[in-house]
Each structure stands twice: as C-alpha cells, then as structure tokens.
C-alpha cells in the first residue's frame, strides 16, 4: 500500500505548461519593474509561487483523480492565495504611467468596476461548482485548463478595487465593507451546500480508478469516505474561505479609520496654531 510520504513525493507533477506560464509571469514582472525595485515585490513572487504549488504539487493529481477536499484547497489557493497576491505586489509607478495611457486607463476603469468585478466573481466561483461544468472539468483537460483560467482571472479582478497599489483608484474604504462582506456570504451559502449535499454530485469521487494506485490508502487509512471528502471540501470554502473576505471587510474597516485620523490631524494642527496666533 502506498505512503503518504510516497503522495508527498511521487505526486508532485511539474507540468511545462504551467511552470512556463508562471516563470513568464514571474519575467514579465521583473521587465516591468527593472528600474524600479519596491518592497512589494514579495508580494507578487509568493503570489506566483503559490499559483504554482497549486498547479503542480500533489493538490493537483488528488483534485483531478480521488479527492473533492484536494480540488478545493486548490481553487482557493488559486483564488484567495495566489490572486490577491499577485495584486497587491503590483509596481505602483508601472501602473500610474499605464493609467496615462488612454485605452489601458480605460481598460483599467473598467476593471475596478466593483459592481462588475463582484458578479464576475460571483458568477465564475457557483457556475463551475455547477456538477454540469464541475464534471465537464473532472473529464477534459482542456476544460480543466479553461476553469483555473476563469478562476484566476475572476479573483484578480475581485480583488482589484480593494487591494489596487493606486490608492485613487481603490474602492472607497467604507465601501469595501459591504461588497467584500456580501462576498463571503455568497461564498458560504456555497460552501453549505456543498457540504451538506448528498454524496455523489460529483460522481468522479464515488469510485475513482485509482491510477496511482492510492485509493486503499485514502479511504482505509485515511478514512476518507466520498461523503467525509465532500464534507471537508464544502466546510474548506464555507469556513477558512470566507476568513478572507472577513479579512478584506477589516481591510475597509481599517482604512476608513486611518483617514479618518489624517483628516483630525490637520484640523487640530489648525486650532493648536490658531490658538497661539
């Protein structure tokens, strides 16, 4: 019977394509910001490292082949790791002369539309756990491609109005309050009920081939039955996914209460001035 430390180490499935797509992305963002290096590039290179882990490490085979849990850890690495990453180490510099641009200013206007962005989300995050789109991705790779694709894009999106470098063109801080909360609360009427839907919504889980010749190990050591995998797939949405829209509601929060202290501060430099006048 296999280990876990065999899944640890024989799982790990470095595919060209997706080490290609985040060394470019890794590329294009050191050519965008070569003359000038911030401390933010951190950011955006855990961003990219943790897309990767997401596409190549064991996350992967186990999503695709035996474990609901593993193919939702996965998207919300994608989604709620890798994207808000990703766009809080953008160069702000870059992005101001982009924005003088007249087609990319426009193109970023559109962006951090938030009303737009939250449907976009919304629309891409319940639409491919649909068992219609969910299965379809489960059986093409093609399609499996194309779903981690509108994931990513649609979390970037989402989180452009909170976390844009551009503070002018960030959602207003009380604003982000209801458009992150509201987030959360969709994301948790999904992840209920996928918890509590009856076993089989995604049928690929019930009775997987077992091509790595791991499935004793899953559901004997484990214990992982196909109801308990579902379970612990919807409470990973339900529960540490909505955390992070939480985290962005204190992110408004916080902001507000920060401007709301830079504007005291000079009125009462002013009366401390016009009081020794």
């Known amino acids: 019977m296999s280990t876990a430390w065999d899944l640890a180490v024989k799982l790990w499935q470095f595919e060209p394509s997706v080490l290609a797509g985040c060394l470019l992305l890794l590329l294009g963002y050191l050519w965008l910001t070569r003359a000038e290096p911030h401390s933010k590039a951190v950011l955006f290179f855990a961003g990219d490292a943790a897309l ?7 996350l992967d085979p186990l999503g695709d082949e035996y474990l609901f849990s593993a193919h939702m850890l996965q998207h919300l690495v994608i989604m709620l790791v890798a994207a808000p990453l990703l766009v809080a180490g953008l160069p702000a510099p870059s992005l101001r002369r982009a924005a003088q641009h007249p087609i990319l200013s426009r193109a970023m206007t559109i962006l951090g539309n938030p009303v737009l962005d939250w449907f976009v989300f919304a629309a891409v995050l319940w639409g491919w756990h649909l068992p219609l789109f969910y299965n379809a991705a489960l059986a093409s790779e ?3 491609i194309l779903e981690h694709l509108m994931m990513l894009a649609a979390a970037l999106m989402f989180f452009w109005p909170i976390l844009n470098p551009l503070p ?23 992840g209920v009920l996928l918890t509590y839907a009856t076993p089989g919504l995604y049928p690929a889980y019930l009775h997987p081939e077992d091509v790595f010749g ?7 050591e484990w214990g992982l039955s196909a109801e308990i995998d579902q379970q612990i ?21 916080n902001r507000w209460y920060a401007s709301d202290r830079e504007a005291e501060e000079p009125a009462t430099s002013a009366a401390v001035s016009g009081g020794f006048a």
């Open 52 to 58: 990767a882990i997401a596409l190549v490490s064991p």
């Open 142 to 144: 093609n399609v499996h």
């Open 168 to 190: 002018e063109r960030r959602l207003k801080p009380l604003m982000i309050v209801p458009y992150a909360f509201s987030a959360a609360v969709s994301n948790s009427i999904l």
């Open 214 to 220: 791991i499935l004793p190990l899953i559901r004997q």
């Open 233 to 253: 797939g919807g409470l990973a949405m339900w529960v540490p996914g909505s955390l992070v829209f939480l985290a962005m509601v204190l992110v408004g929060i």
